[in-house]
C-alpha cells in the first residue's frame, strides 16, 4: 500500500475525513481554521466551506447540506445558513469545543467534546438524533475522538486519546443504547478511526506516524506508514471504498497534507444525518 500526497493546501489541524457517496466526494475539515473542505477525485479539484468557528466534523445530512461539530455544539448548515441546534459546550466548562464524530446507519450524529487546553475528563461524549434531540452518552472524556461500528452495528469502537486505548461497546441498533465498555485493543495516542467490511478497525496514531489495522479480535495486523508525526483519522473513499484517505496535522516540521492509498480490501459506506426538522 503505497500512500500519495493529494494536491490539496496543507492543513493546520486536519481532521474527520468523510466519504459522501452521493457526490463521490470526500469531506474533510481543518479544525481550528474553521474549514470544511470537499474533494473530487476525479479531476482532484476541492472547494472550502468557511463556517467561521472550530469544526471537528463535517457530515452529509438528509435532506441536505451538510451536519457539522462544531465549537458550539452540532450544527446543520444548508444554503451557506448555519444554525446550531444542540449547544452542547454551553453546559460545559469554558473553553471546551466539539470534536470528532460519526452516524450510524439510522442517521444519529455521535460527536465527543474536549478541552482546549486537554483538561483530563472535562468533556463529553454526546448522540445527536434525528429529531434533534441531544442525550450525554459518555462522561468524564479528555479528548473525545474516533467512533465507528462493526458491519453488523451491534459494537461501537471509541476513542478517548490520553486513555491510550480504543474501547468498545455493546450497542443497540435500533435505540442507540450504549452498552457494558470495555477495552478492545491498547494503542499509544490513538486518534481518528475507521471501519472496513471485514471487521478491521483502522486506527490513525497521534505522534505514532502511522495507521493500524486491528483485526475484530483486537489483534494488531498491519501498520502503514505515514510521512508525519500527527496521523488524526482515516476513511474509505472511492466509488469502491477501497481507497483509504488519512488526515494530518502540522507540527511545525512535518504533517497537514491529505494522503491516500488503494488498499485490497474496501470499507464501510459512511452514513449521513438524517434530520427530521424542516
Not at 221 to 243: I, M, Q, R
Request: net charge negative; proline share 8%; with cysteine.
Amino acid at each position: 500500500m503505497r500512500l500519495e500526497a493529494v494536491p490539496v493546501p496543507r492543513a493546520r489541524l486536519g481532521e474527520g475525513p468523510r466519504w459522501d457517496a452521493d457526490t463521490g466526494t470526500l469531506l474533510w475539515v481543518d479544525i481550528p481554521a474553521g474549514l470544511v473542505h470537499r474533494l473530487d477525485p476525479a479531476g482532484d479539484e476541492q472547494e472550502t466551506i468557511d463556517v467561521g468557528r472550530p469544526v471537528g466534523v463535517a457530515v452529509p445530512r438528509v435532506p441536505g447540506g451538510l451536519a457539522l461539530a462544531v465549537s458550539d455544539g452540532f450544527a446543520v448548515l444548508d444554503g451557506g445558513k448555519l444554525e446550531v441546534v444542540a449547544a452542547v459546550t454551553a453546559a460545559e466548562r469554558p473553553g471546551n469545543r466539539m470534536n470528532d464524530g460519526a452516524c450510524d446507519r439510522a442517521g444519529r450524529f455521535f460527536a465527543g467534546t474536549k478541552a482546549e487546553d486537554d483538561t483530563p475528563g472535562a468533556g463529553n461524549l454526546y448522540r445527536l438524533d434525528p429529531d434533534r434531540g441531544c442525550e450525554r452518552v459518555v462522561e468524564g472524556v479528555t479528548i473525545s475522538n474516533g467512533i465507528g461500528w462493526s458491519p453488523d452495528e451491534r459494537l461501537l469502537y471509541y476513542v478517548d486519546t490520553p486513555a491510550n486505548r480504543v474501547d468498545v461497546f455493546d450497542y443497540d441498533p435500533a435505540t442507540g443504547g450504549m452498552a457494558d465498555r470495555r477495552t478492545f485493543a491498547e494503542l499509544p495516542q490513538p486518534d481518528g478511526l475507521t471501519v472496513d467490511s471485514a471487521g478491521h478497525v483502522w486506527v490513525a496514531l497521534w505522534g505514532g506516524g502511522a495507521v493500524v489495522r486491528l483485526r475484530p479480535d483486537g489483534g494488531h495486523d498491519l501498520t502503514v506508514e505515514v510521512p508525519a508525526t500527527n496521523v488524526t483519522s482515516c476513511a474509505f473513499g472511492g466509488p469502491d471504498l477501497d481507497v483509504l484517505y488519512v488526515t494530518t496535522a502540522w507540527d511545525g516540521r512535518t504533517g497537514g497534507e491529505l494522503w491516500r492509498c488503494r488498499t485490497s480490501g474496501t470499507g464501510l459506506p459512511a452514513n449521513p444525518y438524517r434530520d427530521l426538522s424542516p
